[in-house]
Each structure stands twice: as structure tokens, then as C-alpha cells.
């Protein structure tokens, strides 16, 4: 891969976007090499949970790279929206953990990256923002619908419209950013330490769970309830689940399988 760096450490996956010349601008080879790398850590059953962060200081991901929407008719923009949407909703719709750690400017393309993750942590000179409407298009990789998710649609409004660039602090106020660090080693080390600490639980547990949370959002109340049970009852009928309510019996640490 030319575009991307994985390396994989104790069940953890580290994604680096690397094209930091372009601060790191969603090309067509970066989603190439993103969605087969998704692909490929999807069946990697000793991947608990993966990392995706960015090459350099300056960048996260700066956005789609606008020399691909220069060229694109109106057909091709949708199919090219759908495609990004898909990449990004495997992300959501996986068994494994995405955490973003955002270094620098994830603008556009790389601020919906990082919200289809399951959680955004930040290095302080992180910079968030849909500049979109300011080259006359719209945010197209889902970025309306999980903006407006998760602080709520007047929030997300002011910050689709205005097309102005936050900081990590103000991420945090509204509920985008979790953690901020003081620098990327720090922003890597914390989510490197939450990552691992997800990695000892039972992954079938974890992945049920994320399920729970990412269709159960969606659903009316009474359905969602109804999912959870389903869900808890397939948790329980593992072997994870014997083998967690033993050793907590036994006083010792779990052993999980992944069965
Ligand atoms: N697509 C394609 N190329 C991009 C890019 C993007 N989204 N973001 C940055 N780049 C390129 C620049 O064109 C420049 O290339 P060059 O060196 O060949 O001229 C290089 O990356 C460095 O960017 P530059 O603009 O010189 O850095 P800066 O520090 O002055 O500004 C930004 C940083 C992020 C404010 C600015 O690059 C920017 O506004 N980028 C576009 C953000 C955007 O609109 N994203 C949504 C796209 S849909």
C-alpha cells in the first residue's frame, strides 16, 4: 500500500493515512486502501479493535482531495458519495472498535471519517470543520446524518452552514471529541491504552454491544429495547460469557476465545 500504513500491535490495528504532502486528502487510492484494509481487518479475528490517525503534524484528513470532485458530473457524484458513504458505514457496521486520533485538521471527507468512528480523541491542535459550502457542494460521505446524531441538528447546522473550523476544545463542548492530548505521541499513547483495554474484553461482548448502540440509535424506543435483549441473549450464550462469569467465580482474570 502506498497510501496507507498499518502496523498491528498486541489485537490492536493502527491506520495511518499517509499522503501528508496533500495533508492527507481522501484520494481515490486512499479509499481504496482504506475499504480493503477494513476488509482485511474485518477477518482478522486477533484484531480486537483498530486505530486510524494521520501522517504528519499537520493533518488528520484535510477532506475528499477536491482535484476528484473538480472532475465529477452529477451521476458520477452520486455514485462517488455512495461508494465513500459504504467505506465508512463498514466502519460502523463492524465487529471490531474504530477509534479516531485526530492530529491536525480533519475537515470534510476526514471529519466524517472520524465520525464514523466509534469514538474521536484529539491532539490539541486538532481542527474540525465542513468547509463544503464554501467550494458550492455539501458534506456527501454522511457527515450531515452523523453530525447531526450526535450534537443534535441546530449544532450541526450552524457548523454545515457556516463552514467555520473548530478547535479540539470546542469539539469537546459539543460532544464530538472525548479526550484531548497535548500532543500526537500522547493522543496515540491514550488511544493506543484505550484500544488495549478493549482488547481484554470478550470481543463477541464488545462487538454485540457496539451493535446494540449503532442500529438501536435509530430505531423507535420499544424496538430498541427489543433488539438489546436479542443481543443480550446472544452474549450470554457464549462461551466468552461461561468462561467470564467462571473466572469472576474463580477470582482470577478471563481467558476469552472469541467464541
Ligand atoms: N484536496 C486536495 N488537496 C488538498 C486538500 C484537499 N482536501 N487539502 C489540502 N490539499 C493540498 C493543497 O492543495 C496543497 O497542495 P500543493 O502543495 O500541491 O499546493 C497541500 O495539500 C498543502 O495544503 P495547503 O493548503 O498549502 O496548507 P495550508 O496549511 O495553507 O492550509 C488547509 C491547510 C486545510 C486550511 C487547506 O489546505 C484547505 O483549506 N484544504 C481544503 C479543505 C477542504 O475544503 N476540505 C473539504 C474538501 S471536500
Known amino acids: 500500500m502506498d497510501s496507507l500504513l498499518l502496523s498491528i500491535e498486541n489485537k490492536v490495528a493502527f491506520i495511518t493515512i499517509n499522503r501528508p504532502d496533500k495533508l492527507n486528502a481522501l484520494s481515490k487510492e486512499v479509499f481504496y486502501e482504506l475499504n480493503e484494509t477494513i476488509d482485511s481487518l474485518e477477518k482478522n479475528e486477533d484484531i480486537s479493535c483498530v486505530v486510524i490517525t494521520g501522517s504528519g503534524e499537520k493533518a488528520f484528513v484535510s477532506g475528499g482531495d477536491i482535484g476528484v470532485i473538480k472532475n465529477l458530473d452529477p451521476a458520477g457524484s452520486y455514485n462517488y458519495s455512495k461508494k465513500a458513504q459504504k467505506i465508512i458505514q463498514k466502519i460502523t457496521q463492524s465487529g471490531k472498535v474504530y477509534i479516531a486520533a485526530v492530529n491536525g485538521y480533519a475537515l470534510g471527507g476526514g471529519f466524517e471519517l472520524a465520525l464514523g468512528c466509534d469514538f474521536i480523541y484529539a491532539a490539541e491542535n486538532a481542527k474540525f470543520g465542513f468547509p463544503e459550502v ?63 483495554t478493549i482488547a481484554q474484553n470478550a470481543p463477541i461482548a464488545v462487538a454485540l454491544a ?18 438489546e435483549s436479542t443481543l443480550f441473549g446472544i452474549s450470554v450464550s457464549t462461551n466468552d460469557a461461561k468462561e467470564g462469569v467462571k473466572a469472576f467465580f474463580e477470582k482470577r482474570r478471563p481467558n476469552f476465545i472469541n467464541r
Do not use: C, W, Y
Request: cysteine-free; glycine content about 12%.
Open 134 to 196: 464554501k467550494l458550492g457542494i455539501i458534506p456527501g460521505f454522511g457527515g450531515t446524518q452523523r453530525l447531526s446524531r450526535i450534537i443534535g441538528k441546530n449544532a450541526a447546522k450552524e457548523l454545515i452552514f457556516t463552514g467555520k473550523i473548530i478547535n479540539a476544545g470546542k469539539a469537546k463542548e459539543l460532544g464530538i471529541v472525548l479526550e484531548i492530548k497535548s500532543s500526537k505521541d500522547e493522543l496515540l499513547k491514550f488511544a493506543k491504552d484505550t484500544a488495549q
Open 210 to 227: 457496539k451493535r446494540a448502540v449503532e442500529q438501536g440509535i435509530n430505531m423507535p424506543e420499544d424496538e430498541a429495547f427489543e433488539l
